[in-house]
T-cell receptor, first 116, second 107 residues
Framework: DAGVTQSPTHLIKTRGQQVTLRCSPK?????VSWYQQALGQGPQFIFQ???????QRGNFPDRFSGHQFPNYSSELNVNALLLGDSALYLC???????????????FGPGTRLTVL | TQLLEQSPQFLSIQEGENLTVYCNSS?????LQWYRQEPGEGPVLLVT?????EVKKLKRLTFQFGDARKDSSLHITAAQPGDTGLYLC???????FGAGTRLTVKP
């Protein structure tokens, strides 16, 4: 049973560029949440996707957008990159729809984004 | 917004010592999760506590959910270097994590 997978593992971009990160959820999971984790800090919630719609959003600007596909995989897009966007981007999957285990999140290994 | 506060922020101990870290909120949670994150990796779920007053044990780790379901603690007995990591708590229904406790266990 494959866990949560993310690609790429590392990425280097320059300011002003755009980036797309990808996530495949754990088998049986239909909900994907994205987090940004700066060095030495806890994960900061970006948004959550369920049934191909953004259900909740954290305090992130519109430069951060996402998408969920019918197979539950998800993408995170960041436009007009800033130096401060350098971080580990984590994807977490869970079961939605009121399932008792809905709150338990399984994380991928993350994508390390460096903006120069 | 349900705010989770974790303490201490940093903890450095010698192998074999015991320790307790805390996760506190002014809000009531239906359940709460604890995670451990090692450098360069994603957080790994350790436990979910659901019932007020509940105690769960995972080898040398003991998790307790407060009676009012507003707080939780994690106690580690005879800490080992392999316990080193960032310990995070997260409340049910809230996508937010606490800032974490960064534990270092020295051999």
């Amino acid at each position: 049973d494959a866990g949560v997978t993310q690609s790429p593992t590392h990425l280097i971009k320059t300011r002003g560029q755009q980036v797309t990160l990808r996530c495949s959820p754990k088998s049986g999971h239909d909900t994907v949440s994205w987090y940004q984790q700066a060095l030495g800090q806890g994960p900061q919630f970006i948004f959550q996707y369920y049934e191909e719609e953004e259900r909740q959003r954290g305090n992130f600007p519109d430069r951060f957008s996402g998408h969920q596909f019918p197979n539950y995989s998800s993408e995170l897009n960041v436009n007009a990159l800033l130096l401060g966007d350098s971080a580990l981007y984590l994807c977490a999957s869970s079961r939605g729809g009121g399932h008792p285990d809905a709150s338990a999140k399984f994380f991928g290994p993350g994508t390390r984004l460096t903006v120069l | 917004t349900q705010l989770l506060e974790q303490s201490p922020q940093f903890l450095s101990i010698q192998e074999g010592e015991n320790l307790t870290v805390y996760c506190n909120s002014s809000s009531v949670f239906s359940s709460l999760q604890w995670y451990r994150q090692e450098p360069g990796e994603g957080p790994v779920l350790l436990v979910t506590v659901v019932t007020g007053g509940e105690v769960k044990k995972l080898k040398r780790l003991t998790f307790q959910f407060g009676d009012a379901r507003k707080d939780s603690s994690l106690h580690i007995t005879a800490a080992q270097p392999g316990d080193t990591g960032l310990y995070l708590c997260a409340g049910e229904g809230d996508m937010r994590f606490g800032a974490g406790t960064r534990l270092t266990v020295k051999p």
